[in-house]
């Protein structure tokens, strides 16, 4: 979930008359929400996924983080899936976003999938939910019941997203103040933090990190080659988990107590702060793990969705209708 650094300037909010009315409680989302209306609409999410995470399994870890992307800027409202025309700026080339989110094929496969099924019935915001649990369990993590019925936004929110998804040079606190604005919790931010167990990062996130003092030498030592001071560097790619890059487990949190956390923002979870004990806990109880984090992503989820009459059900996720 890592993202470049951004702008402090502050959020752009877009009126609610435009936007639709956002609630933060999922009392109006449902797990059986397509039980009738297109019954078959899980089923056909898990099997494009699958085969997807299969043939690429990073792609399991760019799901998760388009689902987080999404979230974070005006809830979970498919905003991010926006491509830029003359009335919408989209996110997808704000800084934390541009050269850096993935996915976006696979979402589209889904979606063409289900408009064949059941036109004009399942939200991009859903399948964009629902897409993030079935990659993790694909690579082995823990499954949850996903509350559905969001509906999809009528535009996108750029400054939102270059000042309200945290970066990785960010410190625990600042990593807090992100997640807490959002009302997740401190413990939410540890374990949502785990999704960093699979995936890559690109240099320009983590070329700071190797010449800091928390971190392993020898690990330092061993991305340097891939991550020189060369600008021509910054897209090369390093394992966010060392250890089992491709596999959803609690791997990535014995990393940290090693001091083998790729960003910044990664080792700041056990750099002698309130976090340690949490991580120290992941480390070695996974179940412990697995269960807040499927919590934490019924949470987020949940993170001002629109429902009702708002917004709409967008027939290509890339474009309103």
């Known amino acids: 979930m890592a993202s470049l650094p951004f702008s402090s300037s502050l959020l752009f909010f877009f009126s609610a008359a435009f936007l639709g009315s956002h609630s933060v409680s999922h009392a109006q989302l449902t ?25 690429d399994p990073r792609m399991g870890a760019s799901l998760v983080r388009l689902h987080f992307h999404d979230c974070f800027v005006n ?18 080339t704000a800084a934390p976003n541009n050269n850096s989110l993935r996915g976006f094929e696979v979402i589209d496969t889904i979606k063409t999938s289900l408009e064949l099924l059941c036109p004009g019935v399942v939200s991009c915001a859903d399948i964009l939910a629902v897409a993030a649990r079935d990659s993790v369990v694909v690579l082995g993590g823990p499954t949850w019941s996903v509350f559905l019925g969001r509906r999809d936004s009528l535009t996108a929110n750029q400054n939102g997203a270059n000042t309200d998804l945290p970066a990785p040079f960010f410190s625990l606190t600042q990593l807090n103040a992100s997640f807490a604005k959002k009302q997740l919790s401190f413990r939410d931010m540890v374990a949502l933090s785990g999704a960093h167990t699979f ?18 030498p020898a690990f330092a030592a061993t991305l340097r080659p891939t991550c020189s001071n060369s600008s021509a560097d910054d897209n090369n790619l390093a394992n966010l988990d060392v250890s089992t890059p491709n596999a959803f487990d609690s791997a990535y949190y014995t ?9 910044h923002s990664d080792q700041e979870l056990f750099n002698g702060g309130a976090a340690d004990a949490i991580v120290r806990t992941y480390s070695t109880n996974p179940s412990s793990f697995f269960t807040d984090f499927a919590n934490a992503m019924i949470k987020m989820g949940n993170i001002s969705p629109l429902t009702g009459t708002s917004g709409q059900i967008r027939r290509n996720c890339r474009t309103v209708n």
């Open 31 to 55: 797990t059986n929400f397509y039980s009738t209306s297109c019954p078959l609409a899980l089923t056909s999410i898990q099997a494009v996924v699958t085969a997807a995470v299969l043939v």
């Open 75 to 92: 809830g979970c409202d498919a905003s991010v899936l926006l491509d830029a025309s003359p009335s919408i700026a989209t996110e997808k």
């Open 199 to 216: 995936g890559r990062a690109r240099c320009a996130f983590f070329r700071d990190h190797l010449s800091e003092s928390n971190i392993d």
């Open 255 to 263: 990393n940290l107590l090693n001091r083998r956390g790729l960003l």
